[in-house]
């Protein structure tokens, strides 16, 4: 039961990185993004095409320390933050700000968004193929602590510890910069951020870039976790939707909650029930959240 | 010959579609319940009428399939069993989600489609896991030679959408459409008025559901195997979604015209690609189109909110 935990804890903390962006621009633009999770996959398999590069021409192959990836994927990091950024700046200037300008309600914008999410899935099996990838093939190497009879693998050590180093940063300067507290303004009412001189437009950018980061950070980590191909972030998509909805609508303390109490609660279902089931665990404990509690563990009493 | 009888399966799976797209119209279209779950009832239709009609495996087939029951009925109590199996999964789904808010529902719903999936994948004794059932019959297959049993079935299928394409406008030209309507638009206004929200919305979910059921039988006696791959939210729930923003939603004669555009696309433009892209990249090419309906559902939201004929004027008869 204490290894499910410890195996919860990393899964929940991955689900709690990957849900914050998401929060974010539900909090902040109304919008239920569901092409989050396909942004997730574009930024994985951005790190993985300068891994590839760097591969091919022949630098940075050596392993980092204990770990099982290379010195590739750590300066990769910077090229698929880079992208993922202007991804989805880009997309919210071709896609949502028309939608914005046109009124149109946030049902609309989730809508286009299933469009977008379509159009990444398809772009990224067309240049990569539906084949699994790896950034780095080899041994996993696994760390047992025999008095208490626990293993686990060492990557998990550095992806815990970069989720929560990366959550932390942004919480930091959202709390603390004038710009996170223009960002909150804008979350909480639109209009009056508006008339107090706020520039909502290039608040959003700020906003839709954070939301970039984030993704490009956990599409990678859920990289080295797992594996890559094109259907993982769609697939990862729900639980992080159902951490969001369990936090509650903006609120980046809640979904960090919503994904360690999903991760453990998904992993402790593996003990009397097939494992395949764990995305249904994830969605039966957001609904009865939602019947007792419809804003969410952290949710605003108003919206 | 072929082009032909491509166009004859090409048709059936259009009309199919067109049944799912009056379901969610009823749903989405007049009562503006986000059902995100259209694969979830989807399923259930086509299992429910699979286990009716199908005889129970005997000889060396036992042994490689588990299926709950196989009642060998008639194709017709098979759909209409898969009407009722999915309208009552349906009132389950409403009691848990409907006093939800409209996104939640939406998520909610995609959730139980998802668990839905799962459930018939994991369950081998249900209806035999991951393999599936193959082998369902075929309503009038002894009438024409195997090849052109698409023709029959395309008759068959069309009777279907007409029958209840006439019910659903029916429905909505009613009293009862115009509650539909009036809690779409407002739907405190609507509780002022005295009516029950909440058991409208169930009961616009429900029939939306029913159709969705017949739907699945109708899809699942077409391919005559069904597994639980083929009801994932891609083919499932978000096509379907495309059609009806297309042809416009809250029009009935709208989406059935956004179904065959977007199946057109669909299953046409699999056999273009694979004319004019080389051998090299010919199993990367289907995924064009999951780029092409995703631009496409874009293009629309952004551009022609409306769809291609836009809501049509409701005048009640009564």
Redesign the interface.
């Known amino acids: 039961m204490l290894e499910l935990l410890i195996y919860g804890i990393v899964l929940g903390s991955i689900i709690g990185l990957g849900s914050v962006g998401l929060t974010l621009i539900w909090g902040i633009t109304d919008l239920?993004n569901c092409a989050h999770g396909d942004q997730i996959t574009a930024g994985a398999y951005s790190a993985l095409l300068f891994v590839t590069l760097f591969n091919k021409m022949g630098i940075l192959k050596g392993i980092v320390g204990p770990f099982s990836f290379s010195w590739g994927v750590l300066v990769a990091f910077i090229p698929a933050i880079l992208i993922s950024v202007i991804l989805a700046i880009l997309i919210d200037r071709w896609?949502y700000k028309?939608?914005r300008k046109?009124g149109?309600t946030?049902?609309?914008g989730?809508?286009?968004s299933?469009?977008?999410?379509?159009?990444?899935?398809?772009?990224i099996?067309?240049i990569w193929?539906?084949d699994f990838h790896f950034y780095n093939t080899g041994l996993r190497p696994t760390i047992i602590l025999h008095n208490i009879g626990i293993k686990f693998r060492v990557d998990e050590i550095f992806i815990v510890i970069i989720s929560w180093l990366s959550v932390a940063v942004v919480y930091l300067f959202l709390s603390k910069t004038k710009m996170g507290k223009a960002l909150r303004a804008l979350a909480d009412n639109p209009t009056l951020a508006q008339v107090s001189g706020i520039n909502t437009e290039r608040m959003l950018i700020w906003a839709w870039g954070i939301a970039g980061l984030l993704i490009a950070i956990s599409g990678v980590l859920y990289g080295i976790e797992t594996q890559l191909r094109p259907e993982m972030g769609w697939i990862f998509l729900?639980p992080l939707?159902?951490a969001v909805?369990l936090g509650g609508q903006g609120s980046i303390t809640g979904a960090l909650i919503g994904g360690l109490v999903l991760g453990i609660a998904q992993q402790m279902s593996t003990a009397f029930m097939?494992p395949?089931?764990k995305?249904?665990v994830?969605?039966?404990i957001?609904?009865l959240v939602?019947?007792v509690r419809?804003r969410g563990i952290l949710g605003r009493r108003y919206? | 010959m072929g082009l032909l009888n491509f166009f004859i399966s090409f048709a059936v799976m259009a009309t199919i579609y067109s049944i799912f797209v009056l379901g969610l119209n009823v749903q989405w279209g007049y009562t503006g319940l986000?059902n995100f779950g259209i694969a979830g009832f989807f399923a259930v239709g086509a299992y429910t009428s699979a286990l009716f009609t199908m005889h129970m495996p005997t000889g060396a087939l036992a042994n490689y399939v588990t299926q709950a029951f196989g009642l060998g009925m008639p194709f017709l109590v098979g759909v209409i069993a898969a009407a009722i199996a999915s309208g009552l999964v349906s009132i389950l789904v409403g009691a848990?989600?409907l006093?939800?808010?409209?996104?939640?529902l939406?998520?909610?719903t995609?959730?139980?489609a998802?668990?839905i999936r799962?459930?018939f994948?994991?369950e081998s004794w249900l209806a035999n896991g991951p393999q599936g059932l193959v082998g369902l019959p075929q309503p009038l297959h002894n009438l024409v030679s195997p090849q052109y049993y698409s023709y029959v079935y395309l008759v068959i299928v069309l009777i279907f959408l007409a029958v209840i394409y006439i019910a659903v406008e029916k429905g909505i030209r009613s009293p009862w459409g115009r509650v539909l309507r009036a809690i779409r638009e407002d739907e405190i206004m609507a509780n002022a008025d005295g009516k029950n929200v909440v058991f409208f919305k169930m009961q616009s979910l429900v029939v939306g559901a029913m159709i969705m059921g017949i739907g699945g039988a109708l899809y699942a006696h077409y391919s005559a195997a069904i597994q639980p791959g083929v009801f994932e939210a891609?083919f499932g729930t978000?096509i379907i979604?495309?059609m009806l923003?297309l042809g416009g939603t809250g029009n009935n004669k709208g989406g059935i015209l956004g179904a065959w555009i977007v199946w057109a696309i669909w299953s046409w433009s699999t056999y273009l690609i694979a004319k004019v892209v080389p051998a090299s990249f010919a199993?990367?090419?289907p995924?064009?189109?999951?780029?092409?309906?995703?631009?496409?559902?874009?293009v629309i939201?952004?551009r022609f909110?409306k769809g291609i004929m836009g809501e049509e004027r409701q005048v009640s008869k009564f």
Do not use: C, D, H, K
């Open positions: 239920f896609v028309p939608l046109a149109a946030s049902i609309t989730f809508i286009a299933i469009g977008v999410a379509w159009a990444l899935r398809g772009t099996y067309i193929g539906a729900m939707f159902a909805i097939a395949s089931y995305p249904a994830a969605f039966i957001m609904i939602l019947i419809p919206s | 986000l848990l989600t006093r939800l808010g409209e996104g939640y939406a998520i909610a995609l959730g139980i998802e668990s799962i459930f994948n994991n891609l978000f979604w495309t923003t199993t990367r090419a995924f064009i189109r999951y780029v092409l309906i995703g631009v496409l559902l874009i939201i952004v909110p």
